[in-house]
């Protein structure tokens, strides 16, 4: 294992509360997750790349990067993580020693997103840092890899505090007429987002209705989460981005069951106290009514009339069970009144078969 960069480089979150935040991407699709993080100099989290492939490690921006050994093309997904650790024991002290929170970038589906991320997530966790993943699932037509990943996410969900699924396929509609190279920065837009969001209220204690103790247990029992990012221009933006917010991550499913909601709302000096209360009432019509519900507001001058809403709902339901997306054979049994006992019958029917039967 060869450190390509030094790791001396963590900085302290605040001054007072010495919490530092690190956040690692793993694979391919997590690097460029880190290098949309590296370009929008979030001068309050520690970068660092993980991969196999050192062409793509030496393209991806990091402030430190760890080189995993070409024998790891060698390991078996079951001993991937195991060995991933007695390689980088040492690396992975330094880079958890006295980290309050822990981002995990990773795409799943892969090789080593899925298999890293999981044993990095637990490593940290049980150093006593929050750990948060920010995972992206391969394209729908992408089928052996997605089967993959639903695996993957649940490894994730076993090892982190929470895993916030960044779906590939939620486009804002603003986003359908670009070019396809800059449609799809849009899951790494809504990484930097979620990020910069969760540093800035740790960093600032930006809760504008609650204490940081809150928002820190409110991650620690996130499980799965759902997260949205809405944009707008519109003197109404906080009522319009929130609602933007809401459409993408509805699209993942319903927020019926949604333990925890956390909004971010910054935007220019322009944001009043109305367009905040207004946009909170909305939202508090939308979610579950037992959900706490947590906000923070920050005035950036450098949006410009932008206002930027972020959406994250935790303690979602894993939208797939273990028959959901694999085949579950067909039992029939024996429930005749005069029968001794349920009895499962032999039988072995073909799918035509089975129609006919239940027609």
Known sequence: MTLVSTLEGNRKLDGKSHSRAVALGFGGAGNDLLTHLMDADLSDVHCIAVDTDRYHLQIAKAHSKLSIPPEADNWTS???????????????????????????????????????????????????????????????????????????????????DTVILIDNHLLESSSMTLPFRLAIDSPGQTCCSVVESIIHTFAHSALSNADLGEFRTMLRRGAFAKVGVGHSYSHLGAEEATLKALRNTMALGELGDANGIFVNIAGSSRVRHTHLASTLDLLSRKINPSAQLLYGHRVDARMQGLTRVTLLATGI???????????????????????????????????????SYLD
Not at 121 to 143: I, Y
Not at 326 to 354: G, M, N
């Open 78 to 160: 079951s001993e991937f993580g195991r060995k991933f650790g007695q390689y980088a024991s040492r690396e992975l002290r330094s880079v958890l020693n006295d980290v309050d929170i822990v981002f995990l970038l990773a795409g799943m589906g892969g090789g080593t997103g899925g298999a890293v991320a999981p044993f990095v997530a637990e490593t940290a966790r049980k150093a006593g840092a929050l750990t948060v993943g920010l995972v992206t699932n391969p394209f729908h037509f992408e089928l052996m890899r997605f089967r993959t990943a639903i695996d993957s996410i649940r490894q994730m969900l076993s090892a982190c």
């Open 317 to 355: 339901s894993f939208p797939y069970s273990w028959g959901g997306y694999r085949t579950v054979p067909l039992e029939i049994y024996e429930l005749e009144p005069d029968s001794p006992a349920e009895e499962k019958l032999d039988l072995e029917l073909e799918l035509h078969q089975i129609e």
